[in-house]
């Protein structure tokens, strides 16, 4: 090991020897979400009893839902300022809705990525004048 280093017990990226801890930012950030996780499996929570519980910020729920990590499995349940980015309906995790989702995925799949007409010609190098 290098001289003033430590390691992550976890994942052993290398930590300043001064850093208080023994685990980095990093994994201690992946075990919260584990436990914040677990604890949304067994209880009926919304953002803000998992906010409170924690001891963390709503904000950082709020990234999490909007990554798509956690989200909300009431039907008719809403996260209270997350709206669709396209259309603005509610949504339950992500930023699209489940209809504007499957609409981009349509569109993606229409668009050609190469042209079609590739000939012989086009594969040469050719010189800027």
């Known amino acids: 090991m290098i001289e003033n280093t ?3 017990k976890i994942c052993h990226k290398l930590l300043s020897a ?3 801890g023994d685990v980095c930012p990093h994994c201690q950030e992946e075990d919260l979400f584990m436990r914040v996780k677990d604890y949304i499996r067994s209880n009926v929570v919304n953002e ?3 906010a409170d519980h924690f001891q963390i910020s709503i904000k950082k ?3 999490w ?3 798509g990590r956690i989200e909300y499995v009431e039907k008719d349940t809403q996260i209270v300022g997350t709206k669709c980015q396209r259309c603005g309906k509610p949504v339950s995790f992500g930023t699209l809705c489940p209809d504007c ?3 981009m995925n349509y569109n993606n799949k229409k668009i050609q990525l190469t042209p079609d007409f590739k ?6 190098m050719r010189f800027l004048e």
Not at 119 to 124: A, C, G, H, I, K
């Open 6 to 8: 430590k390691e992550c």
């Open 18 to 20: 001064d850093y208080e």
């Open 48 to 50: 803000y009893m998992v």
């Open 61 to 63: 729920v709020r990234n």
């Open 65 to 67: 839902i909007k990554e």
């Open 101 to 103: 989702m499957r609409l």
């Open 119 to 124: 000939s012989q010609e086009d594969d040469r």
